[in-house]
């Protein structure tokens, strides 16, 4: 869907995004960071969080760096699991009472605009614009690139972030912080950096989540400092820390085709994380190991179990690949079909408008 040959190192980076994903959702569900604790417990937390909310941005980065490309095949593959796991886990929620048939049937019919997953349907925008922000960047020259970019971080930082503009975006949620975010990992591509001192970049990394963690103790008691530094995607720092961490895997050399199988299921894992059932219970129980046991035990047992949930979620969707890859073809198949039937139809259409203005 968004390249035509998978690069081990980049889907690695995807891999561990969407682990950045559930690590975030895991501590907001178990923990108000935003407090000023300054306790070594809590401010490793802080440091995990801080390093896990670049996961967003590197997503999208991954996505601008290989510029969609976009086909009916890229459709159906980034819906069909929408439809099914929605569809699902609804019946689920259904047959359990947590869910009546109104609510089912609205959920499995409209799954992106009934569902909370606002990430889905902000990169289901971004696969529609793909074609456009592709043209656009394709025909410019070095400079327009440099100006554009330039005037899409002044919109989404400056008036959208720092002067919460709410009809831009006051927090990244949004299709014009991925339209940005794409456009730069674009132009990544475009530049081509080769840095060879690859400790240097892995130092810098951990120094600048350190640096983050920093920031975030001051804000606590200095609240103007976030302007610069706060956990939202499109603040200066976050934007900042996720270029450098995706720059830093783009110079990494790896080849891995296990690398690349699992990667193709990440999505899965938002998907099913963000159901009503699995949520509840998932998230409802972090929260109850949490609070009723010692602080050593959710250090070894949280992780755990979210590589468990993280790894289930991968081994679902495969089978779920295994299933119903032949029903997928088959839609793929004829919705190319139908495109052709339109474009036979545009080809008529003109042809006898042509004959009429004669």
């Known amino acids: 869907m968004a390249k035509l040959e998978r690069q081990s190192n980049l889907e690695l980076l995807r891999i561990l995004s969407m682990f950045g994903v559930l690590t ?55 819906l069909s699991p929408c439809f099914f796991y929605v569809l699902f886990f609804s019946l689920i929620a259904f047959f359990m009472g947590k869910m009546n048939i109104k609510e089912m ?15 889905l349907i902000t990169y289901f925008g971004l696969f529609l614009l793909s074609p456009l922000l592709n043209t656009a960047f394709n025909a410019q020259d070095k400079i327009q690139r440099i100006i554009t970019l330039i005037c899409l971080l002044f919109i989404d930082v400056y008036l959208g972030y ?16 991925f339209v940005v975010i794409y456009y730069l990992g674009s132009f990544v591509k475009y530049i081509n950096l ?8 892995w130092g810098g990394y951990f120094f600048l989540v350190l640096l983050m963690t920093m920031f975030h103790m001051i804000k606590m008691v200095f609240s103007p400092i976030a302007i610069v530094y706060s956990m939202r995607y499109n603040s200066p720092s976050v934007i900042f820390v996720s270029l450098f961490l995706f720059i830093l895997f783009t110079q990494l050399n790896i080849k891995s085709k296990k690398i690349n199988w699992i990667a193709s299921s990440v999505l899965a894992v938002y998907i099913i994380s963000e159901q009503l059932v699995v949520n509840r219970f998932y998230y409802g129980g972090l929260c109850y190991i949490q609070q009723n046991y010692s602080e050593w035990t959710v250090i070894v047992v949280i992780p755990c179990i979210m590589v468990l949930f993280y790894l289930s979620c991968i081994f679902i969707d495969k089978m779920r690949i295994q ?16 495109k052709g039937i339109l474009f036979s139809l545009k080809g008529i259409l003109f042809s006898l408008i042509g004959r009429n203005l004669r």
């Open 24 to 78: 975030s959702h895991s501590l907001t569900a178990m923990y108000d960071l935003h407090t000023a604790n300054f306790s070594l417990p809590n401010e490793i937390r802080v440091y995990i969080m801080n390093a896990s909310v670049l996961a967003v941005n590197c997503f999208v980065l991954i996505s601008g760096y290989f510029q969609i490309k976009q086909s009916w095949r890229g459709f159906v593959k980034l």
């Open 323 to 338: 299933l119903f890859s032949s029903v997928e073809i088959t839609i793929t198949n004829r919705l190319e079909r139908f």
């Open 105 to 119: 049937v609205i959920r499995s019919i409209f799954p992106l605009t009934e569902t909370n997953m606002w990430f």
């Open 194 to 201: 080769k840095i060879s001192n690859l400790r240097l970049l």
């Open 162 to 177: 720092m002067h919460q503009s709410k009809e831009i975006t006051i927090d990244g949620y949004h299709l014009i912080h």
